[in-house]
């Protein structure tokens, strides 16, 4: 088996499953509960939050502020955007995004539109620098910036410690939220909320986690008996959290090696005839998009399936429904319906490539009329 | 108070001498869906079985679906048992008829008398059923003509039967009694609905089904054997043919003219649906088609495509337009699978512009352009087949 699909899911680590199974046999108490039990429980969390906060930004010094667990990155993203803008009255206040979210902040943005705030999407394909461009839009009404450090279908990126720092400068209370989740221990990222997602880094799937930095206020999307802070109510996964922390710290994904497989997958296909590539270089190396033309994107990715190659066809999460993403990085409506997404894992190697392309090839053969 | 069920037939009342081959079809397939369900004890008298629970705590109400799905039925009507003499009826009749009266208006007796040495003759079973009814229930109204609640009473040699609800059966031919055939099955909407009206007609039905990875997923072959066992809530068990078809639809492709795709593809599934025939001894092909509903459902093309079956086919939807054929499978449980969006075969490499009304002749000339004889060999040498069984669910969808 060769997965390619890591942006989808990735699978578990040793280190993950060993960290859970350990939890789930011996620290299976109820963080709450004040036996001995409990506190094991409650110290695994409080050492994943500090290990956590210690990587988030990818620089020296920890994250300025507290760890929110969560159910993942939807859960983070509408707590971030929900718990955020409660507090304000619409009409004067808008909102700076991008047209290239993931569903679970782009559907709350149309809530927002809804009640009526001003909700600006950038796209793409209409700006040279897209971080300048968001940092132009945000002025002073601007109550929050949306924006995903990586884009999951193409790999696009924003600069994001640097659209931190100058949108701050122009408007200090504009609240920045980072959803993270592709960019998570991949590139440098700042914000004062941001979501990632434990199954993206060989966690398990059912944990994310949402940043807050200090001072920022948010309100709670559950009720209930009061944990994490009255901020998430429900009794904590401690063992999905302690195999979060442990998936962070083995975490060995380096940019240098994902660098090397995109340019050898450039390679094997530019040997190929009219494929285009929908991940330029703004791109992080380790999710490579392109349309294999003449072929669609479904049928590619069953024919890969039978060779044991997983792929994806644009993004795992919209399950075949048309992406409006690439339409916003501007690739054509054809040349959507070709694409395909491949995305890398440290465990990937050079032959992986080559036997995908080999596979893209075959199937180029046998299917392209 | 003991309660039992008694299942009036359908046709089969009407026939002659074959009455009794339709009627043990009729108890042998109730006898293998309820018993799944529990242990009941079987009689027969008068186009009447009665099913009798051996447990006191059988979910009757299960029972009663149950039996709503069995072709043959005409009838259904859960009854209490009660001694024979007349006062501990009129007795329990409060208790009873309670949920079947209580809301009502107006009701009317029939009382039927099958032991004929008892003491009242029916008319004044009625009138005495009637005043005890009214003592219990003195809202009600007798009406003869219109009544909103009948309540029956049958006095039979080994007890009284009373009921007040007779829910209508399945209606049709016990399935099995007219034979087995073969149902074109695709992902669709329209060819569960035509297996389940054949399977009314009294025929075992087993499907055939025609896969082509990498065009078509894994989800669209999960899809129609969900349909499959969604039909076997009224077929009864279903074999379940998949055929790879992958390598035929592409000769296609590379060897006939676009135009006559759709119409040549459906012949050479006939063509492989007739050896299954012949082989597995099926007397019919039934598929779900629909007059005028595609490129490949006009006249001229089914003329066509019929022209290729060795068997009669048979079209139960080939009337009724989408919105008919859309009720049925709502009703019968498949509407909501069909409508999930993984692509199935029919549509693989469906040309944009086809022909609507192919001659004959020109689709034979294209036909026999290439050897497709021999890949239909293949084809159906390397057709699977699995059994789907009634009551079980092993297909998981989402």
């Known amino acids: 088996m060769i997965y390619l699909d890591n942006a989808a899911t990735t699978k578990p680590c040793k280190e993950c499953v060993r960290a859970v199974n350990e939890a789930m046999s011996e620290s299976f108490g ?17 050492r994943a939050k500090k290990t956590l906060l210690a990587t988030v930004t990818g620089g020296k010094s920890p994250f300025d502020g507290g760890v929110l667990f969560t159910s993942g990155a939807t859960e983070s993203n509408n707590t971030a955007l929900l718990g955020s803008m409660s507090r304000f009255r619409p009409h004067t206040l808008k909102i700076v995004s991008t047209a290239i979210e993931h569903p679970s902040v782009a559907k709350v943005l149309t809530k927002f539109e809804e009640d009526e705030f001003e909700v600006l999407r950038l796209a793409p394909k209409n700006y040279e620098d897209f971080t300048d461009a968001l940092i132009d839009a945000v002025d002073e009404n601007t109550a929050l910036l949306s924006a995903m450090a990586v884009n999951n279908e193409t790999g696009f990126q924003i600069d994001v410690p640097r659209l931190y720092r100058e949108v701050k400068r122009k408007n200090p209370k504009t609240i920045v939220h980072i959803d993270a989740v592709q960019g998570f221990l991949k590139v440098p990222l700042d914000g004062d909320l941001i979501s990632i997602s434990g199954h993206k880094i060989h966690s398990t799937k059912g944990i994310g986690a949402l940043f807050i930095r200090k001072g920022e206020n948010i309100l709670p999307l559950l009720s209930g008996g009061g944990q994490q802070n009255n901020l998430r109510s429900g009794t904590e996964p401690v063992e999905l959290i302690a195999g979060l922390e442990a998936a962070v710290k083995a975490y060995h994904g380096d940019r240098e090696k ?57 993004s795992a999460c919209s399950r075949g429904k048309k992406s409006g993403v690439l339409d916003a990085l501007g690739v054509s409506d054809k040349d959507a319906d070709c694409a395909i997404r491949v995305s890398f894992s440290a465990e990937n190697t050079p032959d992986d490539v080559r036997a995908l ?13 | 108070m003991k309660e039992i069920i008694m299942v009036k037939y359908g046709e089969i009342a009407l026939k002659g001498i074959n009455k009794k081959t339709f009627e043990d079809m009729l108890q042998n397939n109730i006898k293998r869906r309820l018993k799944l369900i529990g242990q009941f004890a079987y009689t027969r008298n008068q186009s009447t079985i009665y099913i009798e629970p051996q447990d006191d705590n059988t979910d009757m109400h299960t029972v009663v679906e149950s039996l709503k799905r069995i072709f043959g039925i005409g009838a259904i009507q859960k009854c209490a048992v009660f001694p024979k003499d007349f006062d501990t009826v009129a007795n329990n009749v409060g208790e009873y008829l309670k949920d079947a009266l209580a809301d009502a208006k107006t009701f009317k007796v029939e009382a039927k008398r099958a032991d004929k040495t008892y003491s009242m003759n029916s008319p004044q079973i009625q009138q005495a059923l009637g005043d005890a009814v009214l003592d219990a229930f003195p809202h009600l109204a007798v009406d003869v003509h219109n009544p909103e609640v009948t309540v029956r009473l049958e006095i039979r040699d080994v007890g009284a039967y009373l009921s007040a609800k007779r829910i209508t059966g399945a209606g049709g031919m016990p399935v099995g009694s007219s034979g087995k055939a073969l149902l074109m099955l695709s992902g669709g909407i329209d060819s569960p609905v035509a297996g389940y009206m054949m399977a009314k007609r009294g025929l075992v039905v087993d499907c055939i089904h025609y896969i082509s990875p990498p065009y078509t997923s894994e989800r669209a072959l999960l899809k129609v054997q969900k349909l499959c066992e969604q039909m076997t809530d009224w077929c009864g068990d279903i074999m379940f043919y998949c055929v790879p078809f992958t390598e035929i ?9 676009e135009e006559y795709f759709t119409v040549l593809m459906r012949r ?14 099926y007397g019919a092909i039934i598929t779900g088609e629909s007059l005028a509903q595609v490129a490949s459902q006009t006249l001229p093309a089914l003329y066509c495509t019929n022209a290729a079956a060795e068997f009669p086919v048979f079209r139960p939807v080939i009337g009724m337009d989408k919105i008919e054929i859309t009720e049925i499978a709502r009703k019968i449980g498949t509407f909501e ?35 497709f004889d021999s890949m239909i060999a293949e084809a159906v040498s390397k057709t699977t087949v699995r059994r789907f069984k009634y009551g079980e669910e092993t297909v998981f969808l989402d």
């Not at chain 1, 039990?37 to 409080?46: K, P």
């Not at chain 1, 050898?264 to 590539?277: A, H």
């Open chain 1, 30 to 46: 109820n963080a709450s509960s004040l036996h001995k039990l409990g506190t094991s429980s409650m110290q695994i969390m409080a």
């Open chain 2, 337 to 371: 699978t069909s409508i999930l969006p993984y692509e199935d075969c029919c549509t693989v490499f469906s040309p944009k512009h086809p022909r609507t009304k192919p001659h004959i002749e020109d689709i034979l000339a294209a036909e026999s352009s290439y050897d």
């Open chain 1, 258 to 314: 994902f660098s090397e497989l995109k340019k050898c997958l450039l390679e094997e296909l530019s040997k190929l005839s009219d494929i285009g590539i929908n991940s330029d270089d703004d791109c992080v190396p380790n999710i490579v998009n392109f349309s294999v033309r003449g072929v669609r994107s479904e049928i590619m990715l069953h024919s890969l399936e039978e060779r044991g190659i997983f792929v994806s066809s644009g």
């Open chain 2, 249 to 257: 639809q592409e000769a296609l492709r590379d060897n006939c003219p």
């Open chain 2, 268 to 281: 050479l599934m006939v063509k492989i649906a007739n050896i299954v025939c012949k082989r597995d001894k």
């Open chain 1, 357 to 369: 392309c080999e596979g893209i090839s075959k199937t180029i053969e046998r299917v392209r009329r």
